[in-house]
């Protein structure tokens, strides 16, 4: 069973054109301070309630015809081996499926987006090859990183990738090194780093990013990539 801990209903803003419904997953392999779902990641963290894959199908069943998709994020999914069967119940509904990652599995990326039961990818891209390297202590995190970004974008499925910046993690001379890694990619979102409940509780509005630092990030970025938005 999908281990979910929590349900949005109706949602216009995560699934592109879309009205879909979220499920937030247990579970990621990065501990990235700026995390806004610490109890999804951190054992032994408040837990929020937990949904069963029950509830949630049956929801899904109460609004078929009023929501278009379902969005998977966590925490990351793909840690959890449930993950494709709880995907093929819900395409089976009639519904599409957007899917946030961090990249870390390409491989299980990989295989998912081949089944044909995901119409949409969002992968967080975090740093610059570097910035893994010094934040993360995967093994080889750097070129798994390289491998889901390639997959995504030869998928021929709508994606997005996107990066929430936060200082002193993030610096406007980094810029450069994100938009190579993703360079030729449709879209791309710039997110701010917005203070509240996250893992690393010191973190406040001074590790924001001002209005006109975004843009100037912005247009870096716009050398690289197609369509880019802050948000």
Same mark, same amino acid.
């Given at each position: 069973?999908?281990?979910?801990?929590?349900?949005?209903?109706s949602?216009?803003?995560?699934?592109?054109g879309?009205i879909?419904?979220?499920?937030?997953?247990?579970?990621?392999?990065l501990k990235?301070?700026?995390?806004?779902?610490?109890?999804l990641?951190?054992?032994?963290?408040?837990?929020?309630k937990?949904?069963?894959?029950?509830?949630?199908?049956?929801?899904?069943?109460?609004?078929?015809?009023?929501?278009?998709?379902l969005?998977?994020?966590?925490?990351?999914?793909?840690?959890?081996?449930?993950?494709?069967?709880?995907?093929?119940?819900?395409?089976?509904?009639?519904?599409?499926i957007?899917?946030?990652?961090?990249?870390?599995?390409?491989?299980?990326?990989k295989?998912?987006?081949?089944?044909?039961?995901?119409?949409?990818?969002?992968m967080d891209v975090k740093y610059?090859?570097?910035?893994?390297?010094?934040?993360?202590?995967?093994?080889?995190?750097a070129?798994?990183?390289?491998?889901?970004i390639?997959?995504?974008?030869?998928?021929?499925?709508?994606?997005e990738?996107?990066t +929430?910046?936060?200082?002193?993690?993030? /610096?406007? !001379?980094?810029? #450069?090194?994100?938009?190579? =890694?993703? *360079?030729?990619?449709k %879209?791309?979102?710039?997110?701010?780093?917005?203070?509240?409940k996250?893992?690393?509780?010191?973190? +406040?509005?001074?590790?924001?990013?001002? /209005?006109? !630092?975004?843009? #100037?990030?912005?247009?870096? =970025?716009? *050398?690289?990539?197609? %369509?880019?938005?802050?948000?």
């Amino acid at each position: 069973m999908l281990r979910i801990s929590g349900l949005e209903r109706s949602s216009l803003l995560d699934y592109p054109g879309k009205i879909s419904a979220i499920i937030f997953t247990y579970g990621c392999d990065l501990k990235c301070p700026y995390c806004h779902n610490p109890e999804l990641v951190i054992e032994g963290f408040d837990k929020a309630k937990s949904f069963t894959e029950e509830e949630v199908l049956s929801f899904l069943k109460s609004r078929k015809g009023k929501l278009d998709a379902l969005v998977i994020t966590g925490g990351e999914p793909l840690v959890q081996k449930e993950l494709l069967p709880f995907i093929k119940k819900v395409k089976e509904m009639g519904f599409l499926i957007k899917l946030d990652s961090n990249g870390t599995f390409p491989d299980k990326l990989k295989d998912l987006i081949e089944t044909g039961f995901v119409d949409y990818v969002a992968m967080d891209v975090k740093y610059p090859k570097a910035g893994y390297v010094k934040n993360s202590m995967i093994p080889g995190v750097a070129k798994k990183i390289e491998q889901s970004i390639k997959t995504i974008m030869d998928s021929g499925l709508d994606y997005e990738f996107r990066t +929430t910046y936060v200082k002193p993690l993030h /610096a406007l !001379e980094s810029v #450069e090194g994100i938009g190579k =890694m993703i *360079k030729g990619a449709k %879209n791309y979102y710039i997110q701010n780093f917005r203070p509240g409940k996250t893992i690393d509780p010191t973190l +406040t509005k001074e590790n924001s990013f001002t /209005a006109k !630092e975004l843009e #100037e990030i912005k247009k870096t =970025m716009e *050398k690289y990539v197609e %369509n880019v938005q802050i948000r």
